[in-house]
T-cell receptor, first 114, second 113 residues
Framework: DQQVKQNSPSLSVQEGRISILNCDYT??????FLWYKKYPAEGPTFLIS?????DKNEDGRFTVFLNKSAKHLSLHIVPSQPGDSAVYFC?????????????FGTGTQLKVEL | NAGVTQTPKFQVLKTGQSMTLQCAQD?????MYWYRQDPGMGLRLIYY???????DKGEVPNGYNVSRLNKREFSLRLESAAPSQTSVYFC????????????FGEGSRLTVL
């Protein structure tokens, strides 16, 4: 049972345009949501996060939106750059049980073309 | 500034062999984690250690054991490797603040023949 879903395995956008990556979740007990970026042969690196009590968080070119009623979050990258080409993972943290355990989605491969 | 260091980076095993993946962090983090990444499956939690001296099962613990040797080190052991354990393994640590952010190592690619 996939609690965090990224339904688009890949996304291609032109340099300078907006990239929108989507993520859906089923567990209403998640209290924190994070986005990670992963380049080939490297570990995932943290990009941006949002608490479940907020609906938007912005950091430079990256903005994450959370729609709790729809159990949906999205990552906007504006403007997209070739260096943004990577796999993006959505992750969610359960608010019970402790241990800061993250549940990850399956990832979306973003390709930013010149 | 090493962060999270994993060894080895690559390993090939035969079915039934055993091995240990080593992980060390130099950020004085309390919590450490082992994840595996498989195509189309994302990252799945194998085991984690919320603090020195404690370990708990994650989503896919079968076939693995862990040891939290001290605050810095968290090892993952495969006692009898199976082809289904062919994967990329990532160790991570958490600094303990409420943001949930994990710091990951570069990964260990394991192939079981």
């Amino acid at each position: 049972d996939q609690q965090v879903k990224q339904n688009s395995p890949s996304l291609s956008v032109q340099e300078g345009r907006i990239s929108i990556l989507n993520c859906d979740y089923t567990n209403s007990m998640f209290d924190y949501f994070l986005w990670y970026k992963k380049y080939p042969a490297e570990g995932p690196t943290f990009l941006i996060s949002i608490s479940s009590i907020k609906d938007k968080n912005e950091d430079g070119r990256f903005t994450v939106f959370l729609n709790k009623s729809a159990k949906h979050l999205s990552l906007h990258i504006v403007p997209s750059q070739p260096g943004d080409s990577a796999v993006y993972f959505c992750a969610a943290r359960g608010s019970t049980g402790g241990g800061n355990k993250l549940t990850f989605g399956t990832g979306t491969q973003l390709k930013v073309e010149l | 500034n090493a962060g999270v260091t994993q060894t080895p980076k690559f390993q090939v095993l035969k079915t039934g062999q055993s091995m240990t993946l080593q992980c060390a962090q130099d950020m004085n983090h309390n919590s450490m984690y082992w994840y595996r990444q498989d195509p189309g499956m994302g990252l799945r939690l194998i085991y984690y250690s919320a603090s020195e001296g404690t370990t708990d099962k994650g989503e896919v613990p079968n076939g693995y054991n862990v040891s939290r040797l001290n605050k810095r080190e968290f090892s993952l052991r495969l006692e009898s490797a199976a082809p289904s354990q062919t994967s990329v393994y990532f160790c991570a640590s958490h600094r303990g603040v409420n943001t949930g952010e994990l710091f990951f190592g570069e990964g260990s690619r394991l192939t079981v023949l």
